[in-house]
């Protein structure tokens, strides 16, 4: 038994948590000519659901506007479960607050960018987001000094 097992880092399931699109003001936004100006809030969580087993949520809302009128409003929570053995306690939170969310955004970027063209408006495309410097930010704010 000295023998040490291996770390194990498996994706489960990728599906989207919850999604919803508000076009509050259609049809007359559809008849807008301005650029749009674009909100992005982004957010991630994640829990323990079994042994070995963690669900990561990835959140988005995306606001455009054209000058007060709101032209649409996506929210997005993409989520993945994970397994994970063999790993040191210390080392957990980074894989899932780093390593999970890369894996997620890719899929996220797709879900917006599909609903918001469904919509009749053209995609928006997620630029890339840095996960291990939210992560650290993230850690920094809650350590106390």
């Excluded at 606001?63 to 994970?84: C, H, P, S, Y």
């Excluded at 955004?105 to 996960?131: C, H, K, M, Q, W």
């Amino acid at each position: 038994m000295s023998e040490q097992q291996q770390p194990v880092f498996a994706i489960e399931k990728i599906y989207v948590k919850d999604l919803s699109l508000e076009i509050p003001n259609a049809p007359n936004i559809f008849l807008e000519r301005d650029t749009p100006e674009i909100n992005l809030q982004l957010g991630t969580k994640s829990q323990g659901i079994g042994e070995g087993l963690y669900e990561v949520l990835l959140t988005v809302t995306v606001t455009a506007k054209i000058k007060d009128k709101n032209m649409f409003l996506v929210e997005a929570q993409q989520a993945g479960i994970f397994r994970i053995r063999n790993i040191p306690a210390g080392e957990i939170d980074p894989v899932l607050g780093i390593g999970c969310p890369n894996i997620l955004f890719p899929y996220l970027r797709e879900v917006v960018s599909d609903v918001v063209t469904r919509a009749g408006f053209p995609p928006v495309i997620l630029n890339p987001v840095n996960f291990e410097a939210i992560y650290q930010q993230k850690n920094a704010e809650t350590k106390p000094n």
